[in-house]
């Protein structure tokens, strides 16, 4: 809806590459969303998650009624200590009291809200635009992320989302994508594949609406080959960010039953740090890491064992790419080279007359 008059900040429409390759120059092993975002906006901002009160086409029988199979009623256990109690508020409350809270932990200085739990864009366009617009209605808040299924990104809600950017804020979506490989999508009962993915974020970057993607490393049957793999395969989808996640187990899910009967096996904090690094290897050097592990929202959780917080996980990574002397992108290539399409055999033989 344009006024004539632009409510937003006017932020960010796309990622600054110039700003990512600076912040390697500086020593950074890959393009960090904090030091990033503080760069671009020239100023701390945070993110406070909202409980917008949405469910899922996974849950509520549109597509199945069981969830995926490590879905715990729809993530709404995946709850931050600051959130718990303005979980059932009016929007304009939560966001008030989150903005307040983070403030004054010293958090920055403007605020992205994320719209965290379910499938935040499921629901009529005219019902979302009262929703985004409670939820913006805030003078520190600069923009929304918005977390969601990729076959939950109809036309109109594009649209709308555009009308957002078009006033000025910063509007990322947040797509629950976990694998880019159908037999995971399928096995995990996610109710889609990887099409819908490529679309989304290709529709996003037509309007200037950001893409995340939400990766989750050690999904049943997965290879950490096929793992890394998913780096390249969404570098090229064009996705602006992303999320990466160990697999939890959490209690009351079809993946804890699997766990208890030796169905399935967690990977290790040795195992999932060595494939965080070759992911970041062969990820584009232009997408901006937002997280590599998780650590809110663990109630519940049954395995690992080990900690997934990322002042762990976070160090672990980094030594093993300084070990390793690599950073992100160092390993990024789709396919040969034209220099590289000469094949090895002929390359070596001299040709006749020299
Ligand atoms: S798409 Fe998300 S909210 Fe819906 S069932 Fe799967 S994990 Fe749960």
Known sequence: MLTGEIRGSVTERQINKAVIDQMYAEGFLYAKYGAYARRTHGFKIF??????????????????SEGCIYCPDFARQFTYES????????????????????????AGKKAIVYIAFGTNTYAPVEDLRKIYDATLDHPDVIGLSIGTRPDCLPPEVLDLLAEYVDEGYEIWVEIGQQSVHYHTTESTHRGHGSAEFFRAVRECRKKNILSMVFLIMGLPYETPSEMVETARIVSEAGVDALKLYPLLVMHNTKLSVDYYSGRYRPISLTEYASIIADFLENLSPHVVVQRISKDCGLDGKVAPEWDTHRFLVGPMVDKILTLRGTRQGCRYKMGLSADELLPLQKASVVPEGL
Do not use: E, L
């Open 83 to 106: 959130f718990r109690c303005v979980i059932s508020k009016d929007i304009r409350a939560q966001v008030a009291h989150q903005i307040d809270y983070y403030k004054k932990k010293g």
């Open 47 to 64: 993110k406070v998650p909202m409980n917008g009160g949405f469910t899922c086409p996974n849950w509520d029988g549109r597509i199945s």
